[in-house]
């Protein structure tokens, strides 16, 4: 597929000199003559396609398998063992026994502590390998996950090792002659659900605070993406992990997830992907043993530009904000909120940046979008895009497929959106940037909170103040001052409202997989109380 993009302009001009919105669709064109070549073969063989229970690669009981799909071309990677209700029976089973009869939660924090690092020093070791696999199931740059995902999952796991024997209650004053003190211990079997845009980078949130407080998991890969979550099942197994601590399963939502979900026999559920799945997940917890739910769900995130801001920076970072992952990030900067004195200055250089985003094959070298992750987000995104030039909005580039072959969109930017429009509210999760126009603080401050969402926001401005007064205002989990996306092992992330429920990451993320237990003992004649 193509590796650049090859612009050509051919300016469109209406009658007294001004561009109607359906003048700049065909404003400026893209080349896709480059997009025609052979997409490039990865270099990694696909060993592991079988569910990973209680120690072990396995066929799903009913012996059926799924393709996962190379979103370059549609076309099938492999064949992939499908686990349905029963195999979620067995993987609970595994776990259960795992932690009730196991080594793992009566193992030493310690023993945890070198085995968590003994599986991140293997994932570092097979950097290379890991990142094709992530590559070749999601569509995402190569780049991007060598250098920065995979990584950021070893960090993460050494984080975490780093807590495991860190991990304590307290001793608590009360009236009285008593010694009161709080136990904190491990929650059980966690079920844990991750999406396909990161899916080893989400497995790491999930599993490293869990493994760390002593828990045993099972685990439902995305049917898009079960490749990568596969591959590292057995690199914990060389680890050391003791059979049954972590099951893995891959399947669909309707059949697996759900049976996971509703499981009696599973102690706390995390999940991370929409937020109409999200309630549907609290349904069925709710009603089979009310287990606690983490919730990391949807968003619509703000990136405020404000009229002081460094327009150059606010322009690459809204760019990255939006576009990153093919926009296929549930915090994406996907609202750009510019001041009306900045406004036009920023749309230019906003549309000429995106002009120059380089388009094309994963594993080549420069490119920074890749293919959606399958037909239905295509064709999703592609309806969102249409809604918006129907709705009146202009579009000043980009709105097509990218070549034709694959899941590829061009870099779409809209100006002169509404607040009232669909792309300015619901989650798109694609590469669609809609820039809105505001005149002071008060108004872009109800504008920004008047959505369902609450995940992240960006504040680009010089003045203190002024990002200290939006950074209180704005109701979200994660705001950024002059930076977008910066993420770290020790900085929690979640979301208000219906962005979920719950915090991963850092130090709060271990107060999902713990459960506080207050043990009292009355003292005889004490020297003090």
């Known amino acids: 597929m193509a590796a650049r993009v090859y612009l050509s302009r051919s300016v469109h001009l209406l009658s007294k000199g001004k561009r109607s919105h359906l003048g700049r669709i065909a404003a400026y064109k893209y080349s896709t003559a480059a997009a025609v070549e052979e997409p490039i073969k990865p270099t990694v ?128 004053p009360a009236d009285g002659p008593y010694h009161v003190q709080t136990l904190h211990e491990p929650i059980g079997v966690a079920g844990q659900i991750i999406p396909w845009n990161f899916p080893l980078l989400l497995l790491s949130w999930k599993i490293g605070p869990a493994l760390a407080c002593g828990n045993t998991i099972v685990l439902k ?43 009696m026999d599973v102690d706390k559920l995390a999940f991370t992907g929409s937020t109409a799945t999200g309630k549907t997940i609290l349904e069925l917890a709710a009603k089979s043993n009310l287990k606690p739910v983490t919730l990391e769900l949807g968003g619509k995130s703000p990136f405020i530009v404000c009229e002081d801001a460094n327009i150059d920076t606010a322009v690459e970072q809204a760019h990255l904000a939006l576009f990153f992952n093919q926009g296929q990030c549930c915090c994406a900067g996907s609202r750009t909120y510019v001041h ?54 202009t579009l000043e580039t980009g709105g097509e497929q990218f070549g034709k072959k694959g899941y590829y969109i061009k870099p779409t930017v ?15 999760f694609g590469p669609v940037q809609s820039i809105l126009k505001f005149k002071d603080l008060d108004e872009v401050i109800r504008r920004a909170n008047n959505t369902r969402y609450g995940l992240a926001a960006g504040v680009f401005s010089q003045n203190i103040d002024t990002a200290n007064t939006l950074a209180r205002a704005l109701r979200v989990g994660t705001v950024w001052i002059n930076c977008f996306d910066r993420f770290d092992a020790t900085i929690p992330f979640g979301g208000y409202k219906m962005s979920g429920q719950g915090r991963e990451k850092g130090e709060y993320g271990l107060r999902n997989y713990l459960q506080v237990k207050a043990v009292v003992t009355p003292l005889k004649n004490p020297a003090w109380l």
Not at 133 to 157: C, I, N, S
């Open 340 to 393: 009306e004195k900045v406004y036009d200055e920023f749309l230019e250089k906003a549309k000429a940046r995106a002009l120059k985003r380089i388009v094309g094959d994963p594993f080549k070298s420069g490119t920074e979008q890749g293919p959606q992750i399958d037909s239905k987000q295509f064709d999703k995104i592609m309806k969102y895009i249409r809604s918006g030039v129907d709705g009146g909005a």
């Open 45 to 172: 063989d696909v060993d592991h396609t079988k569910l990973f229970i209680n120690g072990k690669f396995v066929d799903a009981a009913s012996g059926k398998t799924f393709p996962t799909l190379d979103p370059r071309t549609g076309e099938v990677i492999a064949h992939i063992a499908e686990g349905d209700a029963e195999d979620i029976n067995r993987a609970v089973a595994a776990a259960r026994k795992a932690f009730d009869e196991g080594p793992w939660p009566k193992m030493t924090a310690y023993e945890r502590t070198k085995i968590l690092l003994r599986f991140a020093d293997l994932i570092e070791k097979h950097n290379d390998q890991i990142a094709t696999l992530e590559t070749w199931d999601t569509g995402k740059p190569y780049e991007q996950a060598a250098k920065v995902e995979v990584p950021m999952v070893v960090r993460v796991l050494r984080y975490y090792a780093g807590w495991a024997d860190k991990i304590h209650g307290m001793t608590i």
């Open 221 to 263: 890969t995305a049917e898009q993406t079960p490749l990568s979550a596969l591959y590292v099942a057995s690199l914990l197994q060389e680890a050391g992990l003791p059979e049954g601590v972590l099951n893995i399963i891959s399947g669909f939502g309707a059949s697996a997830g759900a049976s996971l979900c509703s499981h």
């Open 414 to 428: 809209f100006s002169n959106v509404k607040d009232d429009m669909l792309i300015a509210q619901d989650e798109i």
